[in-house]
């Protein structure tokens, strides 16, 4: 149980285009959803919270205008990265809690790695 | 302020060779202790998590990890690492509830060698 999928594990996109990343909690329903970046050889950096019909809740320093964050049902998380640029190029990583779990364990997904050329 | 430190940057161990990850913590009310394994290109597999009872709890693959308040630590072990096991792990520390943001440690990468 508790798995969470991301799509598409890797993309390869143009400086100027967006990319959506879609993060699903597959047999549980996700209260809330979080965005992480992590660079080589470091920890996750959190870029934003959301719960589910609410607006996200953002890190200081991550522009909300740039990464968009939907989070329109119990089981679907979207971050778009708008008009992407090479320093946009990460790991991205979401993870998902639910009440049912009321420490609030995350259960992460495999992550989606993003080159923007 | 909350924080989360791994001192280990690296860890090499032998095949079969018990283990230890240090994980020390700083956090203003009772915290809700995980653990996470990274293997390479991937996400983050829960190993165990503490939040009450017995200080000495059990996870997957043959770990372990025991709270201590007293230390404000929640070290992870392994009586005997296999070669599977080389990866990334994280600790990471939470206050509970499911919008609560974790804090994470900055990882130990462990090296098994046959």
């Known amino acids: 149980g508790a798995v969470v999928s991301q799509h598409p594990s890797w993309v390869i996109c143009k400086s100027g285009t967006s990319v959506k990343i879609e993060c699903r909690s597959l047999?549980?329903?996700?209260?809330?959803m979080f965005w992480y970046r992590q660079f080589p050889k470091q920890s996750l950096m959190l870029m934003a919270t959301?719960?589910?019909?609410?607006?996200?809740?953002?890190e200081q320093g991550v522009e909300k205008d740039k990464f968009l964050i939907n989070h329109a049902s119990l089981t679907l998380s979207t971050l778009t990265v708008t008009s992407a640029h090479p320093e946009d190029s990460s790991f991205y990583i979401c993870?998902?809690?639910?009440?049912?779990?009321?420490?609030?364990?995350?259960?992460f997904g495999p992550g989606t790695r993003l080159l923007v050329l | 302020a909350q924080s989360v430190t791994q001192p280990d940057i690296h860890i090499t161990v032998s095949e079969g060779a018990s283990l230890e990850l240090r994980c020390n913590y700083s956090?203003?009310?009772?915290?809700?202790l995980f653990w996470y394994v990274q293997s390479p290109g991937q996400g983050l597999q829960l190993l165990l998590k503490?939040?009450?009872?017995?200080?000495l709890v059990q996870g997957i693959k043959g770990f372990e990890a025991e709270f201590k308040r007293s230390q404000s630590s929640f070290n992870l072990r392994k009586p005997s690492v296999h070669w599977s096991d080389a990866a990334e792990y994280f600790c990471?520390?939470?206050?509970?509830?499911?919008?609560?943001?974790?804090?994470f440690g900055t990882g130990t990468s462990l090296t098994v060698i046959p």
């Open positions: 993870s998902a809690s639910s009440l049912v779990e009321p420490e609030g364990t995350q259960y």
């Open positions: 047999d549980f329903q996700a209260t809330t």
């Open positions: 959301s719960n589910e019909g609410s607006k996200a809740t953002y």
């Open positions: 956090y203003g009310a009772t915290p809700y």
């Open positions: 503490y939040f009450s009872g017995d200080t």
């Open positions: 990471a520390v939470g206050a509970g509830g499911t919008g609560n943001q974790f804090y």
